[in-house]
């Protein structure tokens, strides 16, 4: 998928159409997020603004990009990436930080639809791969990612330093 085309396909007897976002999609990003994290029982962590994902998703240097799903013209769906790149394998890739699906667009098949989406993206860039990570205790979303080919690493483990604790590693 590039920024100048879109895909439709026909998915449950529904026609979905998937594009990627443009900076007037800000707020439906923040919005989907928003659901994803309710959803995760996270809502609280969620402190990210729409002028954030104005900026750093169609500001100067875009730091992410997004693909929307829509039904009949109704966002139903999103998944947001970023470029990264395999040092081991010298091949750049996306990583997958969120992907949401409306509870109404459930049975659409739309999350498997979406990582399609994301690989043709990345495939069509000419990287190599898609990675991502789940909470450990989303037993339902680690069963759909494996079912659609992802394998789970068990030789790595993701640290995170955030908040004061960046603070301290930046020598704040």
Known sequence: MTSSSDTTCDTNGASVSFRLA??????LIHQ?????ANYLDEAGKHTASVADYEIHGFGDRPRFEAIIAEVAG???????FFDSFSTWAGKPGLYVQDLYVSPKARGLKLGRLLLEQV????LAKGYAYVRLSVDANNVNAQGFYEACGLEWSDTERLYVARGDAFAVLAGN
Do not use: S, T
Not at 119 to 122: I, K, R, S, V, Y
């Open 119 to 122: 690989a043709q993206h990345g």
């Open 74 to 80: 109704d966002a139903v769906g999103m998944c947001l």
């Open 32 to 36: 989907m997020v928003a659901k994803l």
């Open 22 to 27: 443009k900076r007037e999609d800000a707020a």
